[in-house]
C-alpha cells in the first residue's frame, strides 16, 4: 500500500500490527504507507521520503536494525520509532546509535505510540468544507 506524501511509513513483518498502526494514524489525519520488511522499509523511505519511521527489529529479509542504518545513511532527518518483542540491553543500544528518535516495546498502548508520534510532528489538520 503507497501513499504519495507519506507522512508515516510502518514497517513491520506482523500483519496485525501494520493494520493496527495505518489505521489508527489514518484516523488521525496522517498519510501511512506500509512494508512487511526491512528491505521493503529501506526502498520505500527512499521513494516515499516519510516524515516518520515506525519499525520493528526483528523481521525477515532484512532486520529493522540494519534498515535504520541505511534509512538514517540516506537521509538523516527522517525521524525512526523503533518497536521489538526482545528487550535487550545490546538492542536498545544499537537503536540509540543508529539515530533512533525513539523506542518502544511491544505490546505497546496504540494511545502512547500516537501520542509519542505527535510530538515528533504535529499534524497540520487541512479544513475540510
Known amino acids: ?3 504519495e506524501d507519506c507522512d508515516v511509513l510502518v514497517v513491520d ?9 495505518s489505521v489508527a494514524l489514518k484516523e488521525q489525519g496522517y498519510k501511512v ?3 512487511a520488511n526491512g528491505s521493503e522499509g529501506v526502498e520505500l ?21 540494519t534498515a535504520l542504518y541505511e534509512i538514517k545513511r540516506d537521509n538523516p532527518l527522517i525521524k525512526v520509532i523503533m518497536m521489538t ?29 500516537i501520542n509519542t508520534i505527535k510530538e ?8 475540510h468544507g
Open 33 to 35: 504507507s506500509v512494508a
Open 85 to 113: 518483542a526482545y528487550e535487550e540491553r545490546n538492542t536498545v543500544t544499537r537503536v540509540k546509535e543508529g539515530g533512533a528518535e525513539g523506542f518502544f516495546l511491544k505490546p505497546f498502548d496504540i494511545e502512547d505510540m
Open 45 to 65: 523511505a527512499k521513494k516515499l521520503n516519510p516524515k516518520l519511521i515506525v519499525m520493528d527489529i526483528k523481521m525477515p529479509v532484512k532486520d529493522g536494525i
Open 120 to 127: 515528533f510532528f504535529p499534524l497540520r489538520r487541512q479544513a
Open 1 to 3: 500500500m503507497l501513499e
Open 13 to 21: 513483518d506482523q500483519l496485525g500490527v501494520r493494520l493496527l498502526l
